[in-house]
């Protein structure tokens, strides 16, 4: 399924993470910068979080 996180602090970047490692297509936008682990795991950095919604099923924010 593909995902997408908008806003990546204490709590969601590690619920993304463990989303992406169930096999889940993951996009993502921050204001600041994406976490390199998020990146390394295969998430999509997104320039807003427009391009998030338009690229996933399900929006978490």
């Given at each position: 399924?593909k995902?997408?996180f908008i806003g990546?602090?204490?709590?969601g970047t590690?619920?993304?993470g ?13 204001r ?8 390394d ?12 919604a338009?690229q ?6």
């Amino acid at each position: 399924m593909k995902l997408g996180f908008i806003g990546l602090g204490i709590m969601g970047t590690p619920m993304a993470g463990h989303l992406r490692t169930a096999g889940h297509e993951l996009y993502v936008h921050t204001r600041s910068e994406v976490p390199a682990v998020l990146k390394d795991a295969g998430a999509v950095a997104c320039a807003n979080a427009t391009e998030v919604a338009q690229q996933a099923d399900i929006v978490f924010l």
